[in-house]
T-cell receptor, first 108, second 113 residues
């Protein structure tokens, strides 16, 4: 059974810092991995999708990497802003399992 | 594009009542997913359809839950009878195909008293 963890569970950083969020999984037989953000009380917004054959995807200040062999994906956020404050979730495109999320607070 | 549409946005009902949640996927998307989010268990897949056919319903918690997709533009998730432990936010998502990017609706917040 696929198990997904996200560490840390919560993170607080000052504005302007670069940061890395982690998503780890136990079964490397995935088709893709998708990163989302969720604002409090809101739905999920898709950020990036990485196919299993890819190693990286970039969108603006966001860069996601995927290493299937080590069962790990990272989401890199450059020059963080208070508007980046949200919960970040990863979704494994295999049996569609979500990680528990990392709650990010960027302080002005 | 209007995105994934869900209704109602909020539902408050009493234990034992039937609840029907509705979803309209993005036009042209062939896969539709129902998820449930709770504080205790996070986001969990309940069921997903491909070309209107249920592919995996192993996440449906009990026989009280049922889902249908009568056509490519509409799906329902029904709970009968509802129980307080069904209180959660229910999300619908759609994608072009099974393993493409998923787009989520705003969710339905269900409270069962």
């Amino acid at each position: 059974k696929q198990e997904v963890t996200q560490i840390p569970a919560a993170l607080s950083v000052p504005e302007g810092e670069n940061l890395v969020l982690n998503c780890s999984f136990t079964d490397s037989a995935i088709y893709n991995l998708q990163w989302f953000r969720q604002d409090p009380g809101k739905g999920l917004t898709s950020l990036l999708l990485i196919q299993s054959s890819q190693r990286e995807q970039t969108s603006g200040r966001l860069n996601a990497s995927l290493d299937k062999s080590s069962g790990r994906s990272t989401l890199y956020i450059a020059a963080s802003q208070p508007g980046d404050s949200a919960t970040y979730l990863c979704l494994l495109g295999q049996n569609f399992v979500f990680g528990p999320g990392t709650r990010l607070s960027v302080l002005p | 594009d209007a995105g994934v549409i869900q209704s109602p946005r909020h539902e408050v009902t009493e234990m034992g009542q039937e609840v029907t949640l509705r979803c309209k996927p993005i036009s042209g998307h062939n896969s539709l997913f129902w998820y449930r989010q709770t504080m205790m268990r996070g986001l969990e897949l309940l069921i997903y359809f491909n070309n209107n056919v249920p592919i995996d319903d192993s996440g449906m918690p009990e026989d009280r839950f049922s889902a249908k997709m009568p056509n490519a533009s509409f799906s329902t998730l029904k709970i009968q009878p509802s129980e307080p432990r069904d209180s959660a936010v229910y999300f619908c998502a759609s994608s072009l195909a099974n393993y493409n990017e998923q787009f989520f609706g705003p969710g339905t917040r269900l409270t069962v008293l």
